[in-house]
């Protein structure tokens, strides 16, 4: 009875993992839901444009409460970013002298790199 219950729970262990790498457990925002809800306002960034000569173009942008660094600098692209995740990290410490990207704070403003 025993291989027969520890046969059970691997069997559930290796779904349950086949399952989450698939197709996940997480929200990505792609899926709809079963009931329509009323879309969370987002506040509008405050946007300046500006040109470095070493980097490509940033915008300096005041952070908001529940902004990060990747949802900002994809709310600044309206289609796919040609960076990765850590070119982006990297552009945003050098163009913020060293500010790593947990470290920003609200209220601030900090220059996000803008990729074309």
């Not at 952070?63 to 990765?84: D, K, N, R």
């Amino acid at each position: 009875m025993k291989r027969i219950g520890t046969f059970f729970i691997i069997l559930v262990i290796l779904y349950s993992t086949y399952y989450d790498l698939t197709i996940g457990t997480l929200p990505n925002g792609l899926s709809q839901t079963a009931t329509p809800s009323q879309p969370e306002e987002v506040p509008e960034l405050e946007v300046e444009e500006t040109i470095v000569e070493e980097f490509e173009p940033f915008r300096e942008i005041t952070v908001e409460p529940g902004h990060t660094v990747l949802s900002i600098v994809e709310h600044m692209h309206e289609g796919p970013i040609s960076a990765s995740i850590q070119e982006i990290v990297h552009d945003f410490q050098t163009l913020n002298g060293g500010t790593k990207p947990e470290e920003i704070q609200i209220g601030n403003t900090y220059l996000f790199p803008v990729y074309y």
